[in-house]
């Protein structure tokens, strides 16, 4: 869209680059031919840069998402409680966010925390498993599913600590909306974008294994501590006034934008006109043209299907040559 144009193009990365590789169709081919033709690349977390080829990693920025607006009046630090405190969750119900495990974790705690509740907003295809993991829970009646959450700011100033159990993230917002609550937040040491934003020990836990007892040993000392959770989520709030500031991170983006638009006529797309197979970049970018205009309904070009395919046409040639000879 943009070749010919002389419109800069920024490629912003909205997920763990790695992670989004690995498990969806995207490959590293695609992504390269992409990164090829910006004239900047936008990541949201550092640690996203080393996964950049060394030929475009001096066109990379990297600017964090802002953290969502929790109203005063909401906020945890502003809520009453009564006898019962809240563990909170709220995302998809699918693999990658894993509630299934903190149900696990919640069960090896509940004996000991009577006063605890877990309540679980969202949906997603997990919905039904987790139902029937529930019902099977002995704790069951202390484990709620709440469906959609259309008020997030109450949800977040009824809880007392928040959970995301996500195998792999990009940026998650939620999380900056329940630190911005002042609440204690909890997640796997292993999963990118978690961890880089979860300061172990300062906003939040980070549990060392993605496993439902590891989970179960993160939660524990902020289920038994309530100055405690009121210290990291005073940290949490702190860190996101200081450096997820809406005004400041909007700022960037508009110098960004306004740099980006001094390229305009002379992009890096524009030059893919000329001597197309002259240096490694332009290079890529046929390889992308190729990819943007291929038959979607046919395997990508040299991946295992396609190769089989070609070597059965093959042999059906042969064959056909040979019966219409005899």
């Given at each position: 869209v943009c070749m010919g144009s002389g419109i800069p193009f920024i490629c912003s990365e909205r997920c763990s680059p790695v992670e989004y590789i690995t498990r969806t169709g995207w490959n590293h081919a695609g992504r390269n031919a992409v990164l090829s033709g910006a004239d900047c690349i936008h990541e949201l977390l550092p640690v996203y840069l080393d996964s950049l080829p060394a030929w475009?990693?001096?066109?990379?920025?990297v600017i964090p998402n802002v953290a969502p607006e929790i109203s005063p009046s909401h906020s945890a630090a502003a809520q009453t409680h009564g006898?019962?405190?809240?563990?909170?969750?709220?995302?998809?119900f699918d693999e990658q966010k894993r509630p299934d495990?903190?149900?696990?974790?919640f069960d090896l705690l509940a004996s000991d925390f009577p006063q605890w509740d877990?309540?679980?907003?969202?949906?997603?295809?997990?919905?039904?498993?987790?139902?029937?993991?529930?019902?099977?829970?002995?704790?069951?009646?202390?484990?709620?599913?709440?469906g959609l959450c259309t008020d997030t700011t109450r949800a977040y100033a009824k809880a007392d600590i928040f959970c995301l159990p996500?195998?792999?993230?990009?940026?998650?917002?939620?999380?900056?909306?329940?630190?911005?609550?002042?609440?204690?937040?909890?997640?796997?040491?292993?999963?990118?974008?978690?961890?880089?934003v979860v300061r172990n020990g300062t906003t939040g836990c980070l549990a060392d294994s993605i496993s439902a007892a590891s989970l179960a040993q993160a939660l524990r000392p902020l289920m038994n501590d309530a100055t405690l959770r009121h210290r990291m989520g005073q940290a949490g709030q702190k860190e996101c006034r200081e450096r997820y500031d809406a005004n400041a991170i909007h700022e960037r983006w508009e110098k960004l934008f306004y740099s980006m638009?001094?390229?305009?006529?002379?992009?890096?797309?524009?030059?893919?006109f000329d001597e197309p197979f002259a240096s490694k970049a332009r290079l890529s970018a046929v390889a992308r043209r190729e990819w943007l205009f291929r038959n979607f309904g046919d395997p990508?070009?040299?991946?295992?299907?396609?190769?089989?395919?070609?070597?059965?046409?093959?042999?059906?040639n042969i064959k056909a040559d040979i019966a219409n000879k005899y």
């Open positions: 475009c990693q001096n066109k990379a920025v006898d019962t405190n809240i563990l909170l969750y709220l995302a998809r495990l903190l149900i696990d974790a877990l309540h679980l907003y969202g949906h997603g295809p997990k919905e039904q498993a987790l139902s029937a993991q529930i019902a099977k829970s002995p704790h069951k009646t202390k484990i709620l599913l709440q996500s195998t792999f993230e990009g940026f998650p917002n939620v999380l900056l909306e329940a630190m911005n609550a002042s609440l204690p937040v909890v997640g796997f040491r292993d999963c990118e974008g978690v961890r880089d638009a001094q390229r305009k006529g002379h992009t890096v797309m524009d030059s893919f990508l070009p040299w991946s295992s299907t396609w190769l089989w395919q070609r070597i059965a046409c093959f042999f059906r």
